[in-house]
């Protein structure tokens, strides 16, 4: 099973500023990595696929990229609407599994 | 629009079984894979299940292998999640979520999920 590790738990980040999340693999999931976001008591969303492709309708203000076991979400410019909880996900191999999460809050 | 509505959930005594159901509109049902995903309470999200679209493949995680049962009626848009043996650690919301176009391993949309409670 491929373990996937987040880092930091959690992000304290004032609005307008750049959050960096981390993302790491216990062996190489190639590409294949997917970030989602989870606002409280609402289901996830997908934002990014293939480590760096957005999805329909996410705003550009989202990238991510890395390939292999290292990974990173981006959000240029936090907005009141993007604090939330993101895990990462890969699906190179079964079982899935995603990292723990990383929560960004409001500093 | 994709509309996922998952039900069935409730509260059960452990070694007690539930039957989900997660009923499907707005996209072409029997073309897409489908998947079960949990999160228990406070925590991260778990990939529990999966079932390709014709029914023919389906992949459990190993925490409900030989418990749980994920099956689908392509007549009837309805993705199901038979639990049985049920046990305090499956105490969870269960979420289903379809497949992306791109790749059986990516959920591109999710339901609202259903509360499951294993408590004596």
């Known amino acids: 099973e491929t373990m996937m590790t987040q880092s930091p738990d959690t992000l304290s980040v004032s609005p307008g500023e750049r959050a960096t999340l981390s993302c790491r693999a216990s062996?190489?999931?190639?590409?294949?990595l997917a970030w989602y976001q989870q606002k409280p008591g609402q289901a996830p969303g997908l934002l990014i696929y293939?480590?760096?492709t957005r999805a329909t309708g996410i705003p550009a203000r989202f990238s991510g990229s890395g390939a292999g076991t290292e990974f990173t979400l981006t959000i240029s410019s936090l907005q009141s609407e993007d604090f939330a909880v993101y895990y990462c996900?890969?699906?190179?191999?079964?079982?899935?599994?995603f990292g723990g999460g990383t929560k960004v809050e409001i500093k | 629009q994709v509309q996922l509505v998952e039900s069935g959930g409730g509260v059960v005594q452990p070694g007690g079984s539930l039957r989900l159901s997660c009923a499907a509109s707005?996209?072409?049902?029997?073309?897409?894979?489908m998947h079960w995903v949990r999160q228990a309470p406070g925590k991260g999200l778990e990939w529990v299940s999966f079932?390709?679209?014709?029914?023919?493949?389906?992949y459990y995680a190993d925490s409900v292998k030989g418990r749980f049962t994920i099956s689908r009626d392509n007549s009837k848009s309805t993705l199901y999640l038979e639990m049985n043996g049920l046990r305090g650690e499956d105490t969870a919301v269960y979420y289903c979520?379809?497949?992306?176009?791109?790749?059986?391993?990516?959920?591109?949309?999710w339901g609202q999920g259903t509360p499951v409670t294993v408590s004596s």
């Open positions: 979520a379809r497949v992306a176009s791109s790749s059986w391993g990516i959920f591109d949309c």
């Open positions: 707005g996209f072409t049902f029997s073309t897409f894979g």
């Open positions: 079932v390709r679209s014709d029914g023919s493949i389906k």
């Open positions: 062996q190489s999931v190639s590409s294949k």
């Open positions: 293939g480590a760096s």
């Open positions: 996900q890969q699906y190179d191999t079964w079982p899935l599994t």
